[in-house]
């Protein structure tokens, strides 16, 4: 459900965003408690889901604004969305989902174990899950249109998408922001183990970091001796262990695993950002 907002006009929504504008043509950002798994809406909500990707993506904006610029113009909201929305200038994004791997798992895992490569990336034999790679890759995506799916693609494919010069620069960009935020999360005792970046243009023409940064909706953040995960993972382990046949709509989550999903999304707001919730 979308929240009515005095003055604001709801455009569309995501996965896990709703996205308003105004007769100032602003944008406004709010993140629900939605949570997302292989490409669905899950029918049960992450209480506080959406303020605490909103925080702990704004505390990673700030850090990493000397990397690349982000879209972020004030979050001045409306009271009713305090605390889980920004409001933004609007960018037109490039057409692809930029990851940076610096570790084997999920969908690389899936692939290495076929191939050896992870999105056409040739890797060094005898690798497991969750091992560290030799240097972090860029694995870029496809963005899924409603209802179908992401797709991991070559570096060459992205090219073919976006153009040469575009793919150099946002795979530098990823890379960039991916090794500061890995070696600031080290600090804080995680593992960053992937991530998720999406860019766009902004009305002057500069390229800038958009959606969210580094949350557990969009990261693997890992305990560094056991690989406990501080993310989606979690819930993706009990879909997968369900019985789901990940071709219908999906289960609801029990309060359990509701429970431990905010306890895990709460734990990486307040170990990287160290504040309390």
């Given at each position: 459900m979308?929240?009515?907002?005095?003055?604001w006009?709801?455009?569309r929504?995501?996965?896990?965003?709703?996205?308003?504008?105004?007769?100032?043509?602003?944008?406004?950002?709010?993140?629900?408690?939605?949570?997302?798994?292989?490409?669905?809406?899950?029918?049960?909500?992450?209480?506080?889901?959406?303020?605490?990707l909103?925080?702990?993506?704004?505390?990673?904006?700030?850090?990493?604004?000397?990397?690349?610029?982000?879209?972020?113009?004030?979050?001045?909201v409306?009271?009713?969305?305090?605390?889980?929305?920004?409001?933004?200038k609007?960018?037109?994004?490039?057409?692809?989902?930029?990851?940076?791997?610096?570790?084997?798992?999920?969908?690389?895992?899936?692939?290495?174990q076929?191939?050896q490569?992870?999105?056409?990336?040739?890797?060094?034999?005898?690798l497991?899950?969750?091992s560290?790679?030799?240097?972090?890759?860029?694995?870029?995506?496809?963005?899924?249109?409603?209802?179908?799916?992401?797709e991991?693609?070559?570096?060459?494919?992205?090219?073919?998408?976006?153009?040469?010069?575009?793919s150099?620069?946002?795979?530098?960009?990823t890379?960039?922001?991916?090794?500061?935020?890995?070696?600031?999360?080290?600090?804080?005792?995680?593992?960053?183990?992937?991530?998720?970046?999406?860019?766009?243009?902004?009305?002057?023409?500069?390229i800038?970091?958009?959606?969210?940064?580094?949350?557990?909706?969009?990261?693997?953040?890992?305990?560094?001796?056991?690989?406990?995960?501080?993310?989606?993972q979690?819930?993706?382990?009990?879909?997968?262990?369900?019985?789901?046949d990940?071709n219908?709509?999906?289960?609801?989550?029990?309060?359990?695993?509701?429970?431990?999903?905010?306890?895990?999304?709460?734990?990486?707001?307040?170990?990287?950002?160290?504040?309390?919730?």
């Open positions: 979308t929240t009515v907002l005095t003055g006009k709801h455009l929504s995501g996965k896990v965003r709703d996205l308003y504008t105004n007769d100032k043509d602003e944008l406004l950002i709010v993140a629900s408690d939605r949570i997302s798994a292989f490409d669905y809406i899950l029918p049960t909500p992450i209480p506080n889901k959406g303020e605490l909103t925080q702990l993506s704004l505390f990673w904006f700030d850090l990493l604004k000397e990397v690349v610029p982000n879209h972020i113009v004030s979050i001045d409306p009271s009713e969305v305090a605390g889980r929305a920004v409001i933004v609007p960018l037109i994004m490039f057409p692809v989902e930029c990851v940076a791997r610096g570790y084997l798992a999920g969908s690389g895992w899936v692939e290495y076929k191939t490569t992870v999105c056409g990336i040739k890797l060094p034999a005898g497991q899950d969750g560290k790679l030799p240097q972090p890759i860029f694995t870029p995506a496809t963005k899924a249109e409603g209802g179908e799916h992401d991991n693609i070559t570096y060459e494919q992205c090219e073919e998408i976006i153009g040469e010069q575009a150099l620069i946002l795979k530098k960009l890379l960039a922001l991916y090794t500061k935020a890995h070696d600031f999360a080290a600090t804080k005792g995680i593992i960053l183990a992937d991530t998720k970046f999406e860019f766009g243009i902004d009305p002057s023409g500069a800038c970091l958009g959606d969210e940064a580094l949350t557990p909706d969009s990261s693997r953040f890992w305990e560094p001796e056991t690989h406990y995960s501080y993310d989606k979690f819930v993706r382990d009990w879909l997968l262990n369900s019985g789901w990940r219908s709509n999906p289960p609801p989550l029990p309060d359990d695993v509701v429970a431990k999903t905010q306890e895990r999304y709460t734990s990486a707001l307040e170990l990287i950002t160290g504040r309390k919730f």
